[in-house]
């Protein structure tokens, strides 16, 4: 079993960064492909990024935000830069199998319980 837990949401001005983080229980974190996921309110929750042997990102982030992993830590960061409105959100932390879509929700078998981030214009 894998237990995961996000930290490190808040409030930001537009503009503004955060960094994530979510720390993994278990001896094989690095078996994992590791993911972020975001929701808003009265929408579907969304994949951000994942890393596996690459990072991934979706469109609208790319070139703000950056995943990273410490398999020494069992960690997995979520640097957030040039913060907009639109990426107010719980954003949750996802482990699951490396070889699987990283897009998908379907591959992530582990969930954590989500942080949530409020940025203000």
């Known amino acids: 079993q894998v237990q995961l837990v996000e930290s490190g949401g808040g409030l930001v001005q537009a503009g503004g960064s955060l960094r994530l983080s979510c720390a993994a229980s278990g001896r094989t974190f690095s078996s994992y492909a590791m993911g972020w996921f975001r929701q808003a309110p009265g929408k579907e929750r969304e994949f951000v990024a994942a890393?596996?042997?690459?990072?991934y990102y979706r469109d609208s982030v790319k070139g703000r935000f950056t995943i990273s992993r410490d398999n020494a830590k069992n960690t997995v960061y979520l640097q957030m830069n040039s913060l907009k409105p639109e990426d107010t959100a719980v954003y949750y932390c996802a482990a699951g199998r490396v070889y699987a879509t990283v897009y998908a929700r379907a591959t992530y078998d582990y969930w954590g319980q989500g942080t949530q981030v409020t940025v203000s214009s």
């Open positions: 890393i596996s042997n690459s990072a």
